[in-house]
């Protein structure tokens, strides 16, 4: 196994993952508040932790909006306050497509790219053991919602 000049050993992905949810009426009262609304898209209290490399929306009406990711430590969704919550990503919807995507900034990390050069970062949210990722809608309820999703791989 290749290592670097630290004798750091490469992250390794053991299963990839691809998750998605309808967002409807998950909802939590504004981004600093994450609740009981939301809808769970990765639940790492199982197994070993993952990594997301990528989370989107995908545009299913057009619907206009805010949508944001929250790690939470709760065990479960009904535990769920902002002692154990935290916001990870956010998005605004200003104008939606039905088949658009829609991608969430997600915060850096700090593992290295290989030959790129200085200041390039890998983005991704890592979920650690014990951890849960969930996605909400932020304020009233869509009618009809978007598909809300994340992709990457479990340790």
């Known amino acids: 196994m290749s290592s670097t000049s630290t004798n750091k050993q490469p992250l390794m992905i053991d299963r990839p993952?691809?998750?998605?949810?309808?967002?409807?009426?998950?909802?939590?009262?504004d981004f600093?508040?994450?609740?009981t609304g939301v809808?769970?898209?990765l639940d790492c209290t199982e197994n070993d932790g993952a990594i997301v490399d990528t989370a989107?929306?995908?545009?299913?009406?057009?619907?206009?909006?805010?949508v944001a990711l929250y790690l939470t430590t709760a065990g479960n969704v009904i535990n769920i306050s902002n002692s154990n919550s935290w916001p990870v990503a956010?998005?605004?919807?200003?104008?939606?497509?039905v088949g658009?995507?829609?991608?969430?900034?997600?915060?850096?990390?700090?593992?290295?790219?290989?030959?790129v050069g200085s200041g390039a970062k890998n983005?991704?949210?890592?979920?650690?053991?014990g951890e849960i990722l969930v996605g909400a809608k932020?304020?009233?309820?869509?009618?009809?919602?978007?598909?809300?999703?994340?992709?990457g791989g479990f340790f």
């Open 17 to 29: 993952f691809a998750r998605g949810r309808l967002i409807t009426s998950q909802v939590v009262a």
């Open 32 to 35: 600093r508040t994450p609740g």
């Open 39 to 41: 809808t769970v898209l």
């Open 56 to 66: 989107f929306v995908f545009g299913a009406s057009t619907n206009t909006g805010e």
């Open 90 to 97: 956010y998005l605004n919807i200003p104008s939606a497509v």
């Open 100 to 115: 658009g995507h829609y991608f969430l900034d997600l915060p850096e990390l700090l593992t290295p790219i290989p030959r």
């Open 123 to 129: 983005r991704g949210i890592l979920v650690e053991k």
């Open 138 to 151: 932020i304020g009233a309820p869509w009618n009809s919602g978007h598909f809300l999703g994340v992709q």
